[in-house]
């Protein structure tokens, strides 16, 4: 038995609540089975139950045996002084109050049907799965299904938030230098996305805006403060960005980031950070107030016409400064941007449409449902499930719900677990 179990049997009444009785025989009738606390203290607050016709208001709290109250120290813990009914899975001993009165205690094991039991230890078997409802999954209703994945999105837009709010604060609300920081973090992908955020927090975005109109010095700030200019190297471009960053650092008072936190192994040379910084140069040399667009725009093509971004020219022929490649036009491309849309720029619209005070997203959520599915090993597994993604949206949902429900093991929380033991 789970205490997790309890809790959800509890609190959805997933029990006979006809003829219930305390171990003392007592007639008890539940009129309110509180609210779930998720803090410390009783496991229900503020509920109503009416012991042999007595109606009594308190918290409930619930243990496997009656015992655990005395492991878990309640006796001498004042926040459990309210409790006016134990709801335990088997009970071994009695639980008095200060006064020596006995607590209530309803022994739950009598009023749980064994079709409950059966359906939770299959949902939890030991059987190796990739998630615990896998075989059940596709038989949960659409109507139900959607609802929950619409709520797992919103959840993850709200989990993106925090590091958003954390970059606005430290940038004293200034939504545009928030903006830069997040794309920079954006354009180092997985691999440098922290790197790529450290370098742009070593200056002031006001520098940006300053170099922004000469793109070679804006590819010189960058280059040089992601510590890509610290060697020597013969390459002629290489000499003259770095000549450029030397004068734009004495101008600046700028300091690089350390050590070689930038790395080119294990990436495609698309996304090396050299060409990855020069399309974030050729952007920011491109658009003076990008955050304003980005605001006004509502619509995926127009999205896609605004990241329509390259390289320097130096660029076209190389993916380092050491070799010479094959000419070629290294523009971002739709895949790139739409990676973009949904880590960046949709979680920072969403942000700011709430600073608002707006709660109409739908805006957002069009832009995201028409945005091709993600292609991963997580959304390739809910693929052989049958669980198919025509869209961002519902790939982000389903990352959510693997990443935070199914691997955490909380089936009892989820909406599709609750759907499967509530059949019953």
Same mark, same amino acid.
């Given at each position: 038995m789970n205490e997790n179990l309890l809790h959800f049997l509890w609190k959805l009444k997933l029990f006979s609540v006809n003829n219930l009785k305390s171990t003392n025989g007592e007639i008890i009738h539940i009129i309110s089975n509180g609210?779930? #606390? !998720?803090n410390t203290g009783p496991d229900f607050l503020n509920a109503k139950i009416e012991i042999e016709n007595q109606v009594w208001g308190g918290n409930i709290e619930i243990h496997i045996n009656s015992s655990d109250w005395y492991k878990h120290n309640h006796e001498t813990d004042k926040n459990y002084d309210a409790v006016i009914l134990h709801v335990v899975w088997e009970h071994d001993v009695e639980i008095f109050r200060e006064n020596n009165a006995k607590i209530a205690t309803l022994e739950l094991k009598n009023y749980i049907s064994k079709e409950v039991l059966i359906s939770y230890n299959q949902l939890f078997s030991k059987n190796k799965k990739w998630i615990n409802c896998e075989n059940e999954i596709q038989s949960i209703d659409s109507f139900i299904f959607d609802n929950w994945l619409e709520r797992l999105y919103f959840e993850r837009l709200e989990q993106k938030s925090t590091i958003i709010l954390e970059i606005l604060a430290a940038n004293k609300n200034n939504w545009e230098a928030t903006l830069f920081m997040l794309l920079a973090k954006s354009f180092g992908l997985k691999i440098n996305g922290d790197a790529f955020l450290n370098f742009a927090n070593t200056f002031d975005f006001s520098i %940006? &805006? @300053?170099v922004s109109n000469n793109v070679e010095q804006l590819e010189a700030l960058f280059f040089g403060q992601a510590g890509l200019l610290s060697n020597e190297n *013969? +390459? %002629? =471009?290489? *000499?003259? !960005? @770095?000549k450029e960053y030397e004068y734009l650092k004495i101008k600046f008072k700028l300091t690089p980031i350390l050590g070689r936190q930038v790395q080119f192994f294990r990436l495609r040379p698309n996304n090396f950070p050299?060409? &990855? !910084? +020069?399309? /974030?140069?050729? !952007? =920011? #040399? @491109? =658009?003076? #107030? /990008?955050f304003s667009k980005i605001i006004e725009i509502e619509s995926l093509e127009l999205f896609y016409s605004l990241f329509e971004v390259s390289t320097l020219p130096f660029w076209e022929t190389h993916f380092t400064f050491e070799k010479e490649s094959k000419k070629s036009t290294k523009k971002l491309t739709k895949s790139f941007i739409d990676l973009i849309l949904i880590n960046t720029i949709i979680p920072l619209k969403f942000v700011h449409l709430k600073s608002l005070g707006k709660s109409d997203y739908s805006s957002l959520l069009n832009i995201l449902e028409n945005i091709k599915p993600e292609k991963n090993s997580i959304i390739s597994k809910y693929n052989d499930l049958k669980i198919k993604s025509p869209n961002a949206f519902k790939t982000q949902a389903l990352l959510q719900l693997k990443n935070e429900y199914c691997s955490k093991q909380l089936c009892l929380q989820c909406a599709i677990g609750k759907t499967i033991l509530n059949k019953f």
């Open positions: 609210i779930h #606390n !998720l %940006v &805006r @300053k *013969e +390459s %002629v =471009y290489f *000499e003259k !960005l @770095k050299t060409i &990855r !910084l +020069s399309q /974030l140069a050729f !952007l =920011y #040399n @491109k =658009y003076q #107030n /990008l």
